[in-house]
């Protein structure tokens, strides 16, 4: 018996409101203001579907990493790297290890459906899989898809004697529907007419995977619990639901008034989310829809309660700032040209030499432990930095990223170039010892105080836009698992 062990999610802290867009860009198209509710999770400027993915998975792993993980899936069509495999820079980031399989799902909006199927099935021969699902998608300004899209991320354990959810079945069908697409050299998805869509493709396919699935497994459409099934295009969710029997109590909030679709992640973070309230014999389907259907379902175990995440979808939906500033979400999406200034005009090539030979400082913030007098410090040396020890080669390494800290001093820099001014930095101490003078994100200027706890993040340090690089680190930012609310 295989299934869900452990889940989690990631939304971003900034929501810009639908409102704001369309104030800005109904002049052009008053047809948006049909979309003016609600509001839409909105990546900050050093975020993208890696950083996301490398949160939903802490989430999900809740500090410990199984013994016997074999392999870590990740699943986006915004992956920061075409030629460089993303999900390997997620397994350094969470330092898994060298002895894992590590693969990149990708080139449909139904591979976080997918990708779920294989590693449930890859984990029927033993050992675990860490499966995440993120998304960040651009957009042309001025379109519908920029009010209905979101960003947000989704990340479970999955293997043998599962907590949360044990695995019934899938129905996995391929149809080469092509409801919107992305070409070669494109940077943004061609949609086809809306009313097409619905009627000749999720009206005919979904019903179709599930009527499989309900064949397949011996489940009746009308035990199901909860049926979960993203779709930007209004009612579409119940006119499936109807067709296949499934109750309409049934049907799950796609979420799309408080974070938009996030692509690929989204039935996964719908999943996540109906995992924090479901109750043990549940039925969960799952239907993801993209070039074909998957229809897979789930038995919500006795354990789940147990299962928890500190935070999860809830947790994260409730950590909001709400961002009116439509100039800003264009800028973090490089929608538009700004002048970066001379203070910008830097050559920020990444020595890949460098990179590799210290990954796991760099990438999985490895810091060092002084075997000798048990000193912390970051990053490693060859010297004890404690001056009442000073040891030779004593250092083993020492995880940092989920170590506690406070800020011991702090600077808001207008002056130095920011994406988004002023820079944020400052003496960031850790809790079991040992500091570091971190750049400081998710904060409104002026928003740091001495002694404020902090979380290390995987973040974007910044980009090589002469050579398409991305290079990352961790930063500070206010610890939300110790907010209010």
């Known amino acids: 018996m295989v299934g869900i062990i452990s889940y989690g999610a990631y939304i971003p802290r900034k929501r810009l409101q639908r409102a704001a867009a369309v104030e800005a860009n109904s002049w052009f198209n008053p047809a948006l203001k049909g979309y003016s509710k609600g509001e839409r999770a909105m990546c900050n400027w050093d975020e993208d579907a890696i ?20 392999g870590l899936f990740l699943a986006t069509t915004s992956a920061p790297f075409k030629d460089r495999q993303n999900a390997g820079i997620l397994a350094t980031a969470l330092n898994l290890g060298d002895d894992l399989m590590t693969m990149d799902v990708t080139a449909s909006q139904r591979a976080g459906t997918t990708g ?146 996030s692509g690929t992640a989204h039935a996964l973070v719908m999943l996540a989310k109906v995992l924090e309230t479901a109750k043990p ?29 500190q935070m999860g979808v809830s947790g994260f939906l409730a950590r909001r700032v709400e961002e009116t500033n439509y100039n800003k979400y264009l800028a973090f999406n490089d929608l538009v040209t700004l002048e970066h200034g001379l203070r910008g005009e830097v050559d920020r090539q990444t020595a890949l030499t460098a990179l590799y030979r210290n990954k796991e400082m760099l990438t ?48 808001a820099d207008n002056l130095t170039y920011a994406v988004e001014p002023p820079q944020h930095f400052g003496m960031v101490v850790f809790e079991e010892g040992g ?17 404020m706890p902090m979380r290390m993040m995987f973040r974007v340090k910044e980009f ?9 680190f961790w930063k500070a930012a206010p610890d939300f698992t110790k907010e209010d609310g």
């Open 51 to 70: 950083t996301m993915a490398v949160e939903a998975s802490r989430d999900c792993l809740g500090g410990e990493t199984p013994n016997d993980l074999t």
């Open 116 to 261: 779920l199927v294989n590693a449930l099935k890859l984990a029927e021969g033993g050992g675990k899989i860490l499966y995440a699902a993120a998304e960040k998608r651009r957009t042309k300004a001025a379109a519908p898809q920029e009010l209905l899209y979101g960003d947000g991320a989704a990340a479970f354990v999955i293997g043998s004697n599962p907590g949360a959810a044990e695995f019934l079945g899938a129905k996995q069908i391929s149809v080469d529907f092509v409801d919107h697409y992305k070409g070669e050299g494109e940077d943004f998805d061609y949609h086809w007419e809306e009313r097409w869509i619905r009627d000749e493709g999720y009206m005919k396919l979904v019903p179709r995977a599930l009527e499989g699935l309900f064949a397949d497994t011996g489940v009746s459409a009308g035990d199901v619990t909860h049926f979960v099934m993203p779709c930007v295009i209004r009612r579409v969710g119940a006119m499936v639901a109807k067709t296949a029997g499934i109750p309409g109590e049934a049907i799950c909030d796609n979420m799309h008034n408080e974070m938009g679709e």
């Open 281 to 309: 014999g549940d039925i969960i389907v799952i239907a993801g829809f993209g070039q074909g259907c998957d229809a897979v379902m789930f038995k919500v175990a006795d354990n789940i309660e147990k299962c928890r995440p």
């Open 364 to 411: 999985g913030f490895i810091g060092g432990k002084c075997r000798k007098c048990g000193t912390l410090q970051f990053p490693k040396s060859k010297i004890c930095v404690n001056p009442n020890c000073g040891e030779f080669h004593s250092q083993d390494d020492h995880p940092f990223a989920d170590m506690p800290a406070t800020v011991q001093s702090w600077t």
């Open 435 to 451: 500091r570091l003078m971190s750049d400081i994100t998710d904060v409104d200027v002026g928003g740091v105080e001495v002694g």
């Open 464 to 472: 090589d836009n002469q050579r398409g690089f991305t290079r990352y």
